[in-house]
């Protein structure tokens, strides 16, 4: 048994799948490339695949990480260009390593995502946006509440910002650096903090035509931050 | 191309739909082909996508240089809601170009409740719908599939309907076309419809007059010029094993309905079922080798990552070396954690067996459809399955360890009494007593699915006035009644679908009134319950002045001319009525497969013949 490690991309050619879509293309294309995969006993075989963190749809990423459990350890150069020459437009490998001894899961592993969001303007003047996140930072708490199919919570979000957001005013839009963490009992959404910061403290942006692109996912610890495959 | 908006990706479900990618998926560049085409089954993503023949055409096509071929399929409400906003005309996938600037669009026209979504996307793709209102700018409409054969009731808005297989008839189709581009487009729109309806199997309804008679029936159906042929033929691949076929299909990121290989094992079903559409247009049975199958699998397999393979047929149990290529395939294919499928059982223990040996997991329960309760109904229907078939085949899958059976059938069939239907009841209850009887205690779970008989064009009950709404649903509280045992699941079909339905299955031109006022009234996607508008339809008939039970709940004579007697799927109007006498004194007509030939006339009309391994081994 080996575990293979990959750092993958979602692009911006599949920014609309969701997450259990990105996990077939990705277990696909795995069959494609005939990689030694291992799978589950029982009646029902599945492959032994597992991600890092859920993407969801409408976001594209530059740093997505898989572990493949392998029957064999194959070259590790020659596995990334079989899985290379068979992935769909939007998936690309950027980093892959065997995994050594008994390592934790990914999903267990993984507390820290940073994301760019550009958002279009609504307004003119750059003083109320810079206002506006400069609330939203000084903040002590904020308090939001998400909604979804099995009711409402109250959550809130100030517990999971690692850092200030900081922002870059472009032309007609505006970019914001999140960085979010991912702990046991949740996290947020870097959808919800937008949604706060239009609702609570006015950030005039076209919310509807957000985008969002995940640029990391990190273990962070005791200030030092590493990707998955760096460790 | 289009350049579609975030906010409206981000506010529909399933946005994956509309923005392609797909593994498998082929971008051409336009300024590099001759022709480019538009290929379509009118009907959201998941369902468009799951059709094999647009697959196959999808290959073919693209295979040539001089052709690119994408797909485009009808947007959910939600989607056409934004699109008609923003302004945004219906485009393809691949390139994002507008549908309208493609030369061709084909529409794969699977079931007449789809028609309403071909108007819609016309009319979305900014194309005008009739045929007579569209210049040589506009790309050329094309039909294909089942309902071409009747296609009457939207021949106004399709330039031309292709019947039967499209594999070899799509290039000619091409070829003209790119010919006719080539020269300047010659003599215009008229120029290329009459080189069309040149072609066999091509129906250009536009060069035909239909006149009526005083009672409101089809007197005649008659070419208006030289260049359309007096009855257009299907067209059939004499063997399949020398076509090309889907082995590179596309992989899509959504589930769809089939999320697996298709692997068509043979084409044409001829157990002769007097309800079948399927069975007589798809005549003669034609399978393909074994050792092709195979092959086919292995390279699908290595080029999709598709873990499922489905054995697709119209009966797959019938195909002659099953036991075999089941084996095979799952010798050869185990290693990859492939696993093999059968869509359809027949209903016997042979079935069973095999059922058995590719279904590792007890997942789902077994479905059957014996289609009648009673065994006068199925001789009537020439459903080649007796009691003890049915008894068998249940004691085998109950043996097998199975315990949940889902049972098909159809009420208003031709004859059909009260005591007919109750069949139904009967076997439903016969099937739980044989589990008891079997494993010595309760435990099985039946669900009885019982649609509505919707007579179809080409088939022996052509001629049969389909039961009133009230009829059927008289018939499923009959059924209901009886059926009060909590193991026992009932389900049935909107009586009122399945007669608008019947009416548009053997409609005629004038239908198409119908459609564009029920179109403008709101009526799409007509297939799915929940927007099926019955009162939009029945508006648009009275607004028109045309009579739906005219159509549907009608007997017509043997000597009626019907409004599709003009296209011939090669069975003959004789041996139909013949069938059609048999079926009414409870005669079996046998398989032509294996037994003798029933004169149907499509082989020595067509000049094939039927292939079956078994039967030359
Ligand atoms: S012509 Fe005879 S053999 Fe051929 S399909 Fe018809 S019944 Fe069968």
Redesign the interface.
């Given at each position: 048994m080996a575990k293979l490690r990959l750092e993958i991309t979602k692009g911006e050619e599949i920014r609309y799948i969701s997450h259990l879509d990105y996990a077939s293309a990705m277990e696909r294309a795995i069959i494609r490339a005939k990689l030694p995969v291992a799978y589950s006993e029982g009646f029902n075989p599945h492959m032994k695949l597992s991600f890092a963190s859920a993407l969801a749809v409408g976001v594209t990423s530059q740093a997505e990480y898989i572990d493949i459990e392998c029957k064999e350890e194959i070259d590790i150069n020659q596995a990334v260009e079989r899985l290379k020459a068979v992935l769909p437009m939007g998936i690309r490998i950027k980093g892959a390593a065997y995994m050594q001894g008994n390592v934790s899961a990914l999903m267990a592993i993984v507390n820290l995502a940073t994301y760019e969001i550009t958002v279009p303007l609504l307004a003119e003047d750059i003083g109320i946006i810079e206002d506006s996140i400069r609330w939203f930072n000084n903040a002590e708490s904020v308090l939001y509440t998400r909604e979804s199919p099995k009711g409402k919570k109250e959550m809130e979000i100030k517990q999971y910002m690692a850092k200030p957001i900081a922002i870059t005013v472009l032309e007609k839009a505006v970019r914001l650096i999140l960085e979010i963490r991912i702990t046991p009992t949740g996290s947020i959404k870097p959808g919800e903090v937008l949604g706060a910061l239009v609702a609570m403290f006015d950030l005039p942006i076209d919310i509807d035509n957000l985008l969002i692109h995940r640029t990391g996912l990190y273990i962070s610890n005791a200030g030092r931050q590493v990707s998955p495959v760096e460790l | 191309m289009i350049n579609l908006?975030?906010?409206m990706?981000?506010?529909v479900i399933k946005?994956?739909r509309?923005?392609g990618?797909?593994?498998n998926s082929i971008k051409k560049d336009h300024d590099k082909v001759a022709v480019t085409v538009a290929l379509s089954l009118p009907d959201v993503y998941e369902v468009g996508m799951s059709n094999l023949g647009l697959k196959i055409l999808y290959q073919i096509l693209n295979n040539r240089v001089d052709t690119a071929a994408e797909r485009v399929y009808a947007p959910w409400v939600d989607m056409e809601a934004e699109m008609r906003e923003r302004n945004i005309p219906l485009y393809t996938l691949e390139s994002l170009k507008p549908v309208k600037e493609f030369d061709i669009v084909g529409f794969s026209l699977q079931y007449e409740m789809s028609y309403s979504n071909v108007l819609n996307m016309l009319d979305l793709a900014g194309i005008p719908l009739f045929t007579a209102e569209r210049d040589e700018h506009m790309p050329i409409i094309i039909g294909g599939g089942p309902c071409t054969f009747n296609a009457e009731p939207v021949a106004d808005f399709f330039d031309c309907l292709v019947l039967g297989e499209g594999e070899e008839v799509m290039e000619d189709i091409i070829a003209a076309v790119s010919s006719w581009k080539k020269a300047g487009k010659i003599n215009g729109r008229s120029g290329i419809l009459r080189s069309l309806a040149q072609i066999g199997g091509v129906y250009v309804p536009s060069l035909y007059d239909v006149t009526y008679h005083e009672d409101g029936t089809v007197a005649k159906v008659l070419p208006n010029c030289p260049e359309a042929p007096l009855v257009v033929t299907k067209r059939v691949v004499k063997d399949l094993n020398t076509v090309e076929y889907a082995t590179r299909p596309i992989?899509p990121?959504?589930?769809i309905v089939h999320d697996r290989i298709m692997l068509e094992l043979f084409r044409g079903c001829t157990r002769g079922c007097r309800f079948c559409q399927a069975g007589v247009l798809y005549r003669p049975v034609r399978e393909r080798r074994p050792e092709l199958l195979l092959k086919m699998a292995k390279e699908m397999?290595?080029?999709?990552?598709?873990?499922e393979i489905s054995l697709t047929s119209l009966s797959s149990a019938d195909y002659s070396c099953l036991p075999d290529l089941v084996d095979s395939l799952m010798g050869e294919l185990k290693e990859?954690?492939v696993s093999v499928s059968l869509p359809s059982l027949r209903i016997d223990s042979f079935s069973i067996d095999l059922a058995q040996k590719v279904q590792?997991?007890?997942?789902s329960g077994l479905t059957f459809a014996p289609e009648a309760g009673s065994q006068r109904m199925r001789d009537v229907i020439n459903k080649g399955v007796t009691q003890k078939n049915l008894e068998d085949a249940v004691s085998a899958a109950f043996q097998a360890g199975w315990s949940t059976v889902k049972l098909y059938f159809m009420m208003g069939l031709p004859t059909e009494t009260d005591e007919d239907v109750l069949g139904i009841a009967d076997l439903a209850y016969k099937v739980l007593d044989l589990y008891k009887e079997i494993k010595g205690r309760k435990g099985a779970k039946v669900t009885v699915s019982v649609s509505c008989f919707v007579p179809k064009p080409h088939t022996p009950f052509q001629w049969f006035g389909q039961d009133l709404a009230s009829e059927f649903e008289r018939k499923q509280q009959l059924l209901k009644a009886r059926l009060r045992d909590r193991n026992i699941t009932f389900n049935w079909h909107d009586a009122r679908t399945s007669f608008l339905e019947g009416a548009f299955a053997r409609g005629d031109r004038r239908l198409g009134q119908v459609l564009l006022k029920a179109w403008q009234n709101g009526a799409r996607f007509d297939g799915w319950s929940e927007y099926f508008k019955y009162d939009v339809w029945m508006d648009a008939f009275n607004t028109c002045e045309i009579d739906p039970y005219f159509y549907a709940t009608r007997h017509r004579d043997f000597d009626e001319v019907m409004p599709w007697d003009h296209l011939s799927s090669g069975a003959s109007k004789s041996f139909l009525q013949r069938e059609y006498e048999q079926a009414v004194t409870e005669e079996l007509t046998c398989d032509c497969r294996r037994e003798h030939c029933s004169a149907c006339g499509v082989c020595p009309g067509l000049g094939v013949e039927v292939l079956d391994w078994g039967s030359r081994a």
């Open positions: - | 908006d975030p906010a990706l981000n506010r946005p994956a509309y923005t990618n797909e593994w992989v990121f959504l589930d397999v290595d080029s999709t990552g598709y873990n990859q954690g590792q997991v007890r997942k």
